[in-house]
C-alpha cells in the first residue's frame, strides 16, 4: 500500500477536496513523467500523482532529484491555464509561494525561497540548505496551455551525499508531522495561489515571493556552465518571474534557461547533472 492514503487525504482537504484527483503510486519513473502521460491522454486539471518511491526523479536540465519513501514527498499536479505559455513566466516562483505558505502555516519557521525553482531552510551557520525544488514542465496547444508541476520535498534530510547542503522538515521544527496533513496543506495554498496566477499573473504574488527571497537586496553571482560569473545586487524578480541584477554595466534580467544563483563570495559551483 503506498504511503499516502486518497481517501484520507481528501477527508484533509475539506471543500478542496473536489479539485484533485490523487492517484498514490509505490513506485514510478518520475511522478512528472507519469503525470505528462496521463496529460496526453486527456487527464484533467487538477490530477495529482504522488509517489514512494522514483526510478527517475528529476531536477532542472536533466539533473536527478533524490528521494527515499521514508523521508521524502515527492508528487506531481497538472494545471491548465488560458492564453500562451509566455505568461507562465513566474509559475515556478509562483508554486515556491504557495509551499512556503504552506509549510509556515503547519508551524515550519526558516523557510525561504531562492530563484528559480528551490525552497530553502536557514541553517545555524547562518547559511541555507534545500529543503524542496520545483520543476514546472510546459505544454500548449489551441486550448491553452498545460503545467506539470513537480515538487520533491524532503520530510527527514536525505542521507546521500550532495552538492549543495540539504534539509529536511524535521530541522524547521515539524518532525511529528504527519505526511498527509502536509500534502494537503501544499494543495490548498497550491489552489488558491494558482487561482491568483491564472487571474492577475506573477505580479500579485511577486511582493510575497520577494519578502521571502533569501538574497533579496544582497550581492549574488549568477553562474552558467563554462562562463564567468555575472556578480552584481539581486533586485528581486520581474513581473515574468526574470531575475533583475543590478551589474556594473546596469541593470539584467536573466532568465531561469541555464544559470544558478549563488550569494557573492561562495564557492559552491553549479550542480553537477
Ligand atoms: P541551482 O542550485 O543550480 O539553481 P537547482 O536548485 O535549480 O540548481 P535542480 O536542478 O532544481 O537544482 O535540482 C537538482 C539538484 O538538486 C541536484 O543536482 C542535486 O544536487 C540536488 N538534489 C537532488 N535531490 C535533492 C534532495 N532530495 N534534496 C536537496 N537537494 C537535492
Not at 475539506?14 to 509505490?26: H, I, M, S, T
Not at 495529482?48 to 532529484?65: P, S
Not at 499573473?201 to 550581492?219: E, I, K
Request: aromatic share 4%; with cysteine.
Amino acid at each position: 500500500m503506498p504511503l499516502i492514503d486518497p481517501v484520507l487525504l481528501k477527508a484533509r482537504l475539506g471543500e478542496l477536496a473536489g479539485r484533485f484527483d490523487v492517484d498514490a503510486l509505490e513506485s514510478c519513473d518520475s511522478t512528472s513523467s507519469e503525470l505528462m502521460r496521463r496529460a496526453d491522454a486527456g487527464a484533467p486539471a487538477g490530477t495529482v500523482i504522488v509517489a514512494d518511491h522514483q526510478t527517475a526523479g528529476r531536477g532542472r536540465r536533466g539533473r536527478h532529484w533524490l528521494s527515499s519513501p521514508k523521508r521524502s514527498l515527492t508528487f506531481s499536479v497538472l494545471w491548465r491555464f488560458a492564453g500562451s505559455p509566455a505568461r507562465l513566466g513566474g509559475l515556478s516562483l509562483a508554486v515556491g509561494v504557495a509551499l512556503a505558505r504552506a509549510l509556515e502555516a503547519l508551524g515550519a519557521r526558516g523557510v525561504g525561497l531562492k530563484w528559480p525553482n528551490d525552497v530553502l531552510l536557514a541553517t545555524a551557520d547562518g547559511g541555507y540548505a534545500k529543503l524542496a525544488g520545483v520543476l514546472v514542465e510546459l505544454a500548449s496547444d489551441r486550448r491553452g496551455c498545460q503545467a506539470v508541476i513537480g515538487i520533491g520535498l524532503n520530510l527527514g534530510q536525505p542521507v546521500e551525499e550532495l552538492a549543495l547542503p540539504a534539509a529536511g522538515l524535521d530541522q524547521a521544527g515539524l518532525a511529528a508531522v504527519e505526511r498527509h496533513a502536509v500534502l494537503a496543506a501544499i494543495l490548498r495554498e497550491l489552489a488558491a495561489v494558482l487561482e491568483c496566477f491564472a487571474e492577475a499573473g506573477f505580479t500579485a504574488l511577486r511582493a510575497d515571493w520577494q519578502n521571502r527571497h533569501v538574497w533579496q537586496q544582497r550581492p549574488v553571482q549568477v553562474l552558467g556552465e563554462g562562463e564567468v560569473p555575472l556578480a552584481g545586487l539581486c533586485l528581486g524578480a520581474d513581473a515574468d518571474g526574470a531575475l533583475l541584477l543590478q551589474t556594473a554595466v546596469g541593470l539584467q534580467r536573466i532568465y531561469s534557461g541555464d544559470v544558478s544563483l549563488r550569494p557573492a563570495g561562495s564557492s559552491l559551483g553549479v550542480h553537477p547533472a
